[in-house]
């Protein structure tokens, strides 16, 4: 699926849901679920775009201010806020998400879909598909390698 690969916003959930998703037969998702997950999925994804880019000007705003031989250090916290900000929105989105993806599924679908994230984190099921972390406390996802990938 285009816009699918590795060079996304930090936390972008699609890989998760496309999980859910590319398990439909062994959860028995209904076409409902199924539906509900992808629209979350493509939500989300609108959302990590539109932040992400956000992100990306204030941080080209945040470099030009400090390579001013003077920096305006109001103008530089601002940004310095702005961008935190940003980013802590983009994160609260995720867990957003994945509570609402998770709502998607029956209890049961719910422990069957865990039981595959541990499987994976063991080596089973194509491991590397789902690192430790997935299906923690903290929700699935866990922390990226390099920034934008989960």
Known sequence: ???????????HEGPLLSFMLNMKDQLGLSLQQVQSLRDLRVAFEKETIQRG???????VDLR??????????ARAETLIRKIAGL??????????????????LTPGQLEKFREAGHEMTRGGMGSGQM???????????GKGGRQGQH
């Open 87 to 104: 980013r802590a929105e983009l994160r609260l989105a995720r867990v957003r998400t994945l509570e609402k993806g998770k709502g998607v």
């Open 131 to 141: 690192g430790p972390g997935m299906m923690g406390p903290g929700g699935p996802g």
């Open 1 to 11: 699926m285009g816009g699918m690969g590795g060079d996304r916003e930090p936390g």
């Open 64 to 73: 030009e201010a400090l390579a001013q031989e003077r920096v305006d250090l």
């Open 53 to 59: 880019a956000e992100i990306r000007v204030a941080e």
